[in-house]
């Protein structure tokens, strides 16, 4: 749990609100059959008690003051102990209702059950208000990554209605429309499927296969890529490994593992993958010796959007290691990433060998 302003210290005593209410209830009465009780033999030992029987109507009121007198102490203390906080967490609820997320609850109670009332109810108020601020950058982030390929799209095709245009130029802006359309299917895609996986509604099939197998498999797809490049894969470390998983989840991270890797190598660069198996577990290692990074973008590199590297913008849309970081969170392993600038970058992927998401 989150430290809050008004948390109490941890370690400080607090009553069970049941155990509380009923010491409450039993030290009135023990104090009512107390003052009862000296009062009548006040009144026996005083020789008031010819003066009480002739006139028994005096007893009565006395007694009905006395009574009313305690369920008034008790009433104002029900109210404010009990009902008084309760009101406060209505109101506050009230406000988080029409998106006031500022609120807060200062806990000012020794009960176990509204300190405990109040800190949860302030702890999810912090994480609603992390969501919102998340959603709205979202949002945003969104809208631009989208803006800017469907602005190109707009201006190319704009300039293909020119007569005047040769083949080599329609050809060129062709090729510009496909390459910013294909930036919007995967920024489409990765959408959608980090959007069912945090929502918990992507399949959770899992198959035993070859994981070394699937490597080569992605590194296969993304050959126009580094071919182009000149680029040289180690795979001596890319042991034979069988694990129980889902194939399509995991293809996924690889595809955009090796990929980030192609994208921040240099021409004529080395890419090396190993696997290392556990007892229970296999760990991945792609290892590249590209720019590397530094550590203001190491800090954020999972962010979603996040690309420490503007100058190859165009080339992605921050969304790919924010993807890999959800998918392996789903099946229950961890990913690392080490990295300086000029060294290249080390992601480090550890799953269990039969994990399910």
């Not at 069970?16 to 009062?39: C, D, E, P, Q």
């Not at 020794?110 to 405990?116: F, R």
């Not at 010796?289 to 954020?300: F, K, L, N, V, Y």
């Not at 392993?333 to 080490?338: D, E, N, P, S």
Request: charged share 20%.
């Amino acid at each position: 749990m989150k430290n809050l302003p008004a948390q109490r210290v941890l370690n400080e005593p607090f009553l069970k609100l049941r155990s509380k209410f009923m010491r409450v209830i039993f030290g009135f009465m023990l104090f009512y059959i107390f003052f009862t009780g000296a009062g009548f033999l006040y009144i026996f030992y005083g020789g008031f008690l010819p003066l009480i029987v002739q006139n028994p109507l005096t007893m009565m009121l006395l007694l009905y003051f006395l009574s009313f007198s305690l369920a008034s102490i008790l009433a104002i203390y029900v109210s404010r102990h009990i009902l008084t906080p309760i009101e406060e967490l209505s109101k506050a609820s009230q406000r988080v209702a029409k998106g006031d997320f500022s609120v807060r609850i200062p806990d000012r109670h020794n009960t176990e059950e509204l300190h405990n009332t109040f800190s949860n109810f302030n702890t999810m108020v912090r994480e609603l208000s992390s969501i919102e601020t998340l959603r709205n950058d979202f949002i945003t982030n969104v809208s631009h990554e989208f803006k800017t390929p469907l602005s190109a799209i707009e201006g190319y095709v704009t300039l293909l209605q020119e007569t005047s245009l040769t083949d080599a130029e329609r050809l060129e802006y062709t090729e510009k429309i496909l390459f910013n359309t294909s930036r919007l299917n995967d920024l489409t895609g990765n959408i959608l499927l980090l959007s069912k996986l945090e929502n918990q509604s992507y399949g959770t099939e899992s198959a035993k296969y070859r994981l070394d197998e699937q490597i080569r498999e992605a590194i296969l797809l993304l050959e126009p890529k580094w071919a182009a490049k000149e680029i040289v894969f180690d795979l001596d470390g890319l042991k034979d490994t069988v694990i129980v998983s889902n194939e399509a989840l995991l293809l996924q991270v690889w595809m955009n593992l090796i990929s980030n890797a192609v994208k921040f190598v240099n021409q004529k660069g080395t890419i090396a993958i190993s696997i290392a198996p556990q007892p229970d577990s296999v760990v991945v290692t792609v290892k590249d010796d590209g720019i590397g990074m530094s550590e203001e973008t190491m800090r954020h590199i999972f962010e979603k959007f996040y690309q420490g590297d503007t100058s190859h913008r165009s080339e992605g849309n921050g969304l790919g290691l924010a993807l890999c970081k959800e998918i392996i969170h789903k099946l229950n392993g961890k990913i690392t990433a080490a990295s300086s600038p000029g060294k290249g970058s080390t992601f480090t992927v550890t799953i269990p060998t039969g994990s399910t998401p």
